[in-house]
């Protein structure tokens, strides 16, 4: 029995033929399940299956039209007349998650995470959603559990990739409250930046250091009540967002965030939404994140 069980976890050698397709974790990302980085982690957890094989070892390549791909025992499958790859609850629909890409603005509120996966239960960003290819949609980024503001979900992986990677310095902006006056001596140790601890990956070498610097700070204002005593409000962009970075360069600093809001993620604003609500995005603001990432957006297709 525990070797037929291995068996069944080692790629096919006819999965090992690069002749035959594209890489497995390829075509998830076109199929809009997460980006090409996030495919090969749920093919590393044994979450995917190709023609009833649990592919656990890179690389492997698949046939789109033929091989039948499960996640997490949902079935991707070719459309019609080649028009992409889509899982069957949003073909039913009539929405397609492969070639029909789908980008939507969220105005999170606290105390809902961004990721997909909770295991304590709690309310996630993707269930605020209520369209039925929801749960094939992935956040551009994070916020953590008390910060609010822009996030976006979409099933174009190589744009969330672009839109995340440090390389492609891509911009994000927020709106902070933080306790206290700051003054321009403070400002210029947000824009100077300082070292922060980076936790490594599992089983990897420890925290690492990593420089955190602030690319644009303004003050918006100060106010003083006689109840919470000073408290003041800037703006923060960021090019590169590492883990909660806004809360702990403040408090290297002394002050405490007391409200922290996304409002831009590169060129598109947050605006038109309430706490909690969600709308698409329009053809300008995606042509627009196309056009801050380097890429040029295929068309035709909607």
């Given at each position: 029995m525990a070797r037929q069980q291995s068996n069944q976890n080692d790629t096919p050698d006819e999965l090992r033929d690069a002749s035959r397709g594209v890489r497995l974790h390829k075509a998830m990302a076109d199929a809009g399940v997460a980006s090409r980085r996030e495919s090969e982690a749920l093919i590393a957890q044994g979450r995917v299956k190709v023609n009833g094989h649990v592919i656990q070892t890179m690389p492997a390549w698949v046939d789109p039209v033929n091989d039948k791909i499960?996640?997490?025992?949902?079935?991707?499958?070719?459309?019609?007349?080649?028009?992409?790859?889509?899982?069957?609850?949003?073909?039913?629909?009539?929405?397609?998650?492969?070639?029909?890409?789908?980008?939507?603005?969220?105005?999170?509120?606290?105390?809902?995470?961004?990721?997909?996966?909770?295991?304590?239960?709690?309310?996630?960003?993707?269930?605020?959603i209520d369209i039925p290819i929801a749960a094939r949609l992935y956040p551009v980024g994070r916020l953590d559990y008390e910060s609010t503001g822009l996030i976006l979900l979409t099933n174009d992986g190589e744009l969330t990739n672009r839109l995340t990677h440090p390389s492609y310095e891509i911009t994000k902006r927020y709106h902070v409250n933080v306790e206290g006056r700051l003054n321009e001596v403070d400002v210029e140790k947000l824009r100077k930046g300082m070292i922060l601890a980076h936790r490594g990956k599992p089983g990897g070498a420890g925290p690492q250091l990593r420089h955190a610097a602030a690319a644009v700070v303004k003050i918006l204002g100060h106010e003083t009540d006689r109840s919470r005593g000073d408290r003041t409000a800037l703006?923060?962009?960021?090019?590169?967002?590492?883990?909660?970075?806004?809360?702990?360069?403040?408090?290297?600093?002394?002050?405490?965030?007391?409200?922290?809001?996304?409002?831009?993620?590169?060129?598109?604003?947050?605006?038109?939404?309430?706490?909690?609500?969600?709308?698409?995005?329009?053809?300008?603001?995606?042509?627009?994140?196309?056009?801050?990432?380097?890429?040029?957006?295929?068309?035709?297709?909607?």
């Open positions: 499960t996640v997490d025992g949902e079935h991707l499958k070719r459309k019609k007349k080649s028009t992409g790859w889509g899982n069957d609850k949003g073909a039913s629909a009539g929405i397609h998650t492969g070639s029909a890409k789908t980008y939507i603005m969220v105005n999170k509120p606290r105390r809902v995470i961004t990721t997909n996966d909770d295991p304590e239960g709690r309310k996630r960003v993707i269930d605020l703006s923060i962009t960021l090019k590169e967002g590492q883990n909660r970075e806004v809360r702990r360069i403040m408090a290297r600093l002394g002050h405490k965030v007391r409200k922290l809001e996304r409002v831009a993620i590169g060129p598109v604003k947050l605006k038109g939404l309430a706490t909690g609500q969600w709308r698409m995005l329009t053809s300008t603001e995606v042509n627009m994140l196309y056009k801050a990432a380097g890429m040029k957006r295929k068309t035709g297709k909607r």
